[in-house]
C-alpha cells in the first residue's frame, strides 16, 4: 500500500479531504446497508432537520499505525454507545453498535493510504456523524436521517513540544442543569463559539467552566474534561451529570490505578479548592492531555506549580502510559485495541 505524499509531521489540525467516506441513510423506519463513497460533498433540501433545529451529533476518534505495524482504532465501542446515548437524548434513531465498529473499520480500511505512519505523530481523525435530512419546518424530529464518518489526517497535537495552557474562568455556560452537556452535540458547541472566541480575543487558550446552577464547581472545557493531581499524588476528576463522559479521561483513570497504582477519585470539584492541586491537564482524543499551567478567576491567578514550560510529572507518566498502550509499545487492557488490519 502505497502511503499519500504527505509531510505527516508538519500536518495541522485542518479538513483534508480523503479518498472515501462511509454513508447510511435511514428512511421508512429502517438504516440502509450503508456503503464506502467517494462523494464528499451532501446535498440536502432546504429545510432539512438539521439545518432549521440544529438535530445533530457526533463522534471524534483516531486511526493510527502502531510499532509494530498494524493499523489500530481505541475502544471505537465506547464511541458507539456515546452516539447512541446522544441520538436517543435528541431523538434520533441509534445506528446500531455493532454497525458503527464496521463502518469504522471499513472507512479506514478504504483510507489506509492515508493512515500516518508510525512515529510521525500524526493520526487518521475519524468523525461520525448523524443528522435530520428530510424537510422539518413545524418543530419535531426528523424522519428521516443520514450517518456518516469522514476522516482527515491530523498532524502531532504538540507540534515543538508541550505548551501549557492558560484558562480564563468562563462567565458563559456551557450546559445547564438536565440540559444536554452530557452528549456530543453539535448545538453544544455552536453556543460556545461566542464563548471561545471572547476567550482567545483576551488572550486565553481555553474556558473553564463552572456548573451552570451554582457556579462553584468546576466542569470541563469547551471540548475537554479536566484531570488534577493532589500535592500528595492523587487524581481527580470532576463528577457532573453535566459534562461529556469523555473516553480520554475514562482511559486515563483505569491507567491511573492499575498501570500507575495511585488513587483516583471522581467526585465533585469545587473552583476553591483548585488553587490546592498540584498539576492540571485537560483530556480528550486530541492532544490525550494538555497541561494547564494556569487559571484566571476573574483576576484570582491560580498558577499550578508544574509551571508555563513543561507537565507535571504525574500527567507526563499518565500520558507516556497511555500513549505507550495506544501506540501498541505497552500492552494494552482486554478490549482497548480494535485492530483494523
Ligand atoms: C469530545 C469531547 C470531550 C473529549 O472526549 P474524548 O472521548 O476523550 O475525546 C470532552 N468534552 C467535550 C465537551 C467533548 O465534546
Known sequence: MEKKNIDWGNLGFGYVQTDYRYVSNFKNGAWDD?????????????????????QTAFEGMKAYTTEDGHIVVFRP?????????????LEMPVFPEEKFIEAVTEVVKANEAWVPPYGSGATLYLRPYMFGSNPVIGVKPADEYQFRILCTPVGPY???????????????????????????????????LHAIVTAHHEGYDENMYLDSKTR????????????????????????????????????????????????????????????????????????????????VNHGEEICFP???TEMGPVTKKLYDTLTGIQMGRIEAPEGWIHVIK
Open 216 to 295: 462553584t464547581k468546576v466542569e470541563e472545557t469547551g471540548g475537554a474534561n479536566f484531570l488534577f493531581v493532589t500535592k500528595d499524588g492523587k487524581v481527580v476528576t470532576p463528577k457532573s451529570d453535566t459534562i461529556l463522559p469523555s473516553i480520554t479521561r475514562r482511559s486515563l483513570l483505569v491507567v491511573a490505578k492499575e498501570y500507575l497504582g495511585l488513587e483516583v477519585e471522581e467526585r465533585e470539584v469545587y473552583i476553591d479548592e483548585v488553587k490546592d492541586f498540584a498539576e492540571c491537564g485537560l483530556c480528550g482524543t486530541a492532544a490525550v492531555i494538555s497541561p494547564v499551567g494556569k487559571i
Open 158 to 192: 504538540f507540534k515543538g513540544g508541550v505548551k501549557p495552557l492558560t484558562l480564563k474562568v468562563s462567565d458563559f455556560d456551557r450546559a445547564a442543569p438536565c440540559g444536554t452537556g452530557n452528549i456530543k452535540a453539535g448545538l453544544n458547541y455552536a453556543m460556545s
Open 34 to 54: 450503508g456503503e464506502i463513497t467517494t462523494d464528499a460533498n451532501i446535498v440536502l433540501n432546504e429545510c432539512a432537520g438539521v439545518l432549521q433545529y440544529a
Open 306 to 308: 508544574s509551571g508555563m
Open 77 to 89: 465501542d465506547l464511541n458507539a454507545s456515546r452516539m447512541a446515548d446522544s441520538a436517543r437524548r
